[in-house]
C-alpha cells in the first residue's frame, strides 16, 4: 500500500487532454514538494515536473503540474501515443523522514 | 552530461549480502543528495535510501532499515548501497538517482539504468 494514492489507470485519445491525481496527507504533500515522473517500457524514470509545477528543460510544456492542499495533479494535453507510460508521483514525507511515491498509473492512448 | 552508472547486482541467496555501486560524472557529485530507489519485477517506484551531499545525513526507508546502509565517497564520485539479511522481497532492479538538492534525496532529476538484485535460493 502506497503512502501516496494515484489512480491505477487512465485513458484518452490522442490530441486529447488527460489528468492524473496524487492524494497524500499534511505530513508528505501538505508541506513538501511534489514530483511527477514519467517512465516508458523497459526504461529508467524520467522527472517531468518539481516543486509542484516546473519544468526541467527539455521537457514540453504539455506537461504540467499543480497542487491543493493535500493532493496534486499531473495533466497532459495533446496527447500522443508517445506519452503511453506509467506516472509516478513522488515527494518527501516528513513523519517517515523518507521519500514516497504513489502506486503509479498507467497511461493509455487509445 | 550526467551520467549515473549502477554495478554490483546479481544473484544472492536469502540472508546474504550485496553491495551495489554507483560511479557518478557530469556533476559536481559532491554539492547534491543522491538515493537509491528500486522497483520490483512488474511493481510501481520504492524509495530505498538517501544520503546529504556532505554524507553526514541518511535516511532509509522502513523495509531496509537495519539491514541497508547507504553511504557515499566523494573523492572518487561514487555512491553506494550495502545490503545485508536479504529477503527474496529485496528482489527488483536498483535505481541511483541524482536529487536536486543538498540534503533531501527526493525530486530526483537524473536517473541511472538500474540493477538488477535477485534473492533466490
Known amino acids: 500500500q502506497s503512502v501516496l494514492t494515484q489512480p491505477p489507470s487512465v485513458s484518452a485519445a490522442p490530441g486529447q487532454r488527460v489528468t492524473i491525481s496524487c492524494s497524500g496527507s499534511?505530513?508528505?504533500?501538505?508541506?513538501?514538494?511534489v514530483c511527477w515522473y514519467q517512465q516508458l517500457p523497459g526504461t529508467a524514470p524520467r522527472l517531468l515536473i518539481y516543486?509542484?509545477?516546473k519544468r526541467p528543460s527539455g521537457i514540453p510544456d504539455r506537461f504540467s503540474g499543480s497542487k491543493s492542499g493535500t493532493s496534486a495533479t499531473l495533466g497532459i494535453t495533446g496527447l500522443q501515443t508517445g506519452d503511453e507510460a506509467d506516472y509516478y508521483c513522488?515527494?518527501?514525507?516528513?513523519?517517515?523522514?523518507?521519500?514516497?511515491f504513489g502506486g503509479g498509473t498507467k497511461l493509455t492512448v487509445l | 552530461e550526467v551520467q549515473l552508472l549502477e554495478s554490483g547486482g546479481g544473484l544472492v541467496q536469502p540472508g546474504g549480502s550485496l553491495r551495489l555501486s554507483c560511479a557518478a560524472s557530469?556533476?559536481?557529485?559532491?554539492?547534491?543528495?543522491v538515493s537509491w530507489v528500486r522497483q520490483a519485477p512488474g511493481k510501481g517506484l520504492e524509495w530505498v535510501s538517501g544520503?546529504?551531499?556532505?554524507?553526514?545525513?541518511?535516511h532509509n526507508a522502513d523495509s531496509v532499515k537495519g539491514r541497508f546502509t547507504i553511504s557515499r565517497d566523494n573523492s572518487k564520485n561514487t555512491l553506494y548501497l550495502q545490503m545485508n539479511s536479504l529477503r527474496a522481497e529485496d528482489t527488483a532492479v536498483y535505481y541511483c538517482?541524482?536529487?536536486?538538492?543538498?540534503?533531501?534525496?527526493?525530486?530526483?532529476?537524473?536517473w541511472g539504468q538500474g540493477t538488477l538484485v535477485t534473492v533466490s535460493s
Open positions: 557530469g556533476f559536481t557529485f559532491s554539492s547534491y543528495a
Open positions: 538517482a541524482k536529487a536536486r538538492g543538498y540534503t533531501y534525496a527526493y525530486q530526483l532529476d537524473y
Open positions: 513522488g515527494t518527501w514525507d516528513s513523519s517517515l523522514s523518507a521519500g514516497v
Open positions: 516543486e509542484h509545477d
Open positions: 499534511s505530513s508528505n504533500i501538505g508541506n513538501n514538494y
Open positions: 544520503i546529504s551531499a556532505t554524507g553526514g545525513t541518511t
